[in-house]
Nanobody, 125 residues
Framework: VQLQASGGGLVQAGGSLRLSCAAS????????MAWFRQAPGKGREFVAG????????YYADSVMGRFTFSRDNAKNTVYLQMNSLKPEDTAVYYCAASRTLILSTIRDPRAYDYWGQGTQVTVSS
């Protein structure tokens, strides 16, 4: 499976961006999908994710109410709509796919089998 993330950029605080992650080469609809981010000098942080079978979407507390995760199985794509962006949202954002995602590990990067190359999001104050 190959994941291609796009949509990052430079935006002022309070602005919006939409990230996309296109998957190819696998059974997209069966994968659990998530977005992570990594700021300079910090570890990889869970942002949002959902299991393959639908149900609830899970968010980090820091983005709850501002970010929206969605997936389009027909297009093999997941999205992250980011509103009310803050300088502390600045990071490289990665999409990830898991063949066997379970809820207890949805926030753990070790639970994911495939990773995109990352897209830079920079929020200026």
């Amino acid at each position: 499976v190959q994941l291609q993330a796009s949509g990052g950029g430079l935006v002022q605080a309070g602005g919006s961006l939409r990230l996309s992650c296109a998957a190819s080469g696998g059974s997209f609809s069966s994968y659990g999908m998530a977005w992570f981010r990594q700021a300079p000098g910090k570890g990889r942080e869970f942002v949002a994710g959902r299991k393959s079978s639908g149900g609830s979407t899970y968010y980090a507390d820091s983005v709850m109410g501002r970010f929206t995760f969605s997936r389009d199985n027909a297009k093999n794509t997941v999205y992250l709509q980011m509103n009310s962006l803050k300088p502390e949202d600045t990071a490289v954002y990665y999409c990830a796919a898991s063949r066997t995602l379970i809820l207890s590990t949805i926030r753990d990067p070790r639970a994911y089998d495939y990773w995109g190359q990352g897209t830079q999001v920079t929020v200026s104050s």
